[in-house]
T-cell receptor, first 115, second 112 residues
Framework: DGGITQSPKYLFRKEGQNVTLSCEQNLNHDAMYWYRQDPGQGLRLIYYSQIVNDFQKGDIAEGYSVSREKKESFPLTVTSAQKNPTAFYLC??????????????FGSGTRLTVV | SQQGEEDPQALSIQEGENATMNCSYKTSINNLQWYRQNSGRGLVHLILIRSNEREKHSGRLRVTLDTSKKSSSLLITASRAADTASYFCATPTNSGYSTLTFGKGTMLLVSP
């Protein structure tokens, strides 16, 4: 079945550590996105990528980094510079990447907790 | 960036009743989308309505769009306990070519 796989489902990070969240899709979608969700708030855009080897910052990119070396994969690294990383992280994709005219397909999310 | 805001923040109804959620946005859009999120899960795309459409149906879902009032509504008819979830509206972001801006959502509780 086609879809988006996020791993791990739960992740614990110690202070000062970098951690990487995985996002893989087999939908042949061109565009991929990372959103952060905090309790009581909507989704906030971290980074997005419309094609391989290209990505743009979203509204809250500070403390995060991404890569898009393959069409299927869009990993997100939460660096030590992100001071409040505890949140639910959602990866999404769609195609074609034109003016949001097609709905997103979301993964099931990764819950990151700082310990 | 423009943003959809859902109303009410929370809604509690009995099975069999209808549930109506509203979304307001700030600037002109070419489409508006509704998503559902079950607790602790990813979002699921429900329906997309284009700016030249006034109403759209999908099963027990009915979405309306009033571009003059910059508002949309999602009606779920004959609600079931399985409809318990948070519902979000999303609109294309001005600055992003393909990005969406999501509201804070309406949390719907359907009791048996």
């Amino acid at each position: 079945d086609g879809g988006i796989t996020q791993s791990p489902k739960y992740l614990f990070r110690k202070e000062g550590q970098n951690v990487t969240l995985s996002c893989e899709q087999n939908l042949n979608h061109d565009a991929m996105y990372w959103y952060r969700q905090d309790p009581g708030q909507g989704l906030r855009l971290i980074y997005y990528s419309q094609i391989v080897n290209d990505f743009q910052k979203g509204d809250i990119a500070e403390g995060y980094s991404v890569s898009r070396e393959k069409k299927e994969s869009f990993p997100l690294t939460v660096t030590s510079a992100q001071k409040n990383p505890t949140a639910f992280y959602l990866c999404a994709s769609n195609s074609p990447p034109g003016r949001g005219v097609n709905g997103y397909t979301f993964g099931s999310g990764t819950r990151l907790t700082v310990v | 960036s423009q943003q959809g805001e859902e109303d009410p923040q929370a809604l509690s109804i009995q099975e069999g009743e209808n549930a109506t959620m509203n979304c307001s946005y700030k600037t002109s859009i070419n489409n508006l989308q509704w998503y559902r999120q079950n607790s602790g899960r990813g979002l699921v795309h429900l329906i997309l309505i284009r700016s030249n459409e006034r109403e759209k149906h999908s099963g027990r879902l009915r979405v309306t769009l009033d571009t003059s009032k910059k508002s949309s509504s999602l009606l779920i008819t004959a609600s079931r306990a399985a409809d318990t979830a948070s519902y979000f509206c999303a609109t294309p972001t001005n600055s992003g070519y393909s990005t969406l801006t999501f509201g804070k959502g309406t949390m719907l509780l359907v009791s048996p």
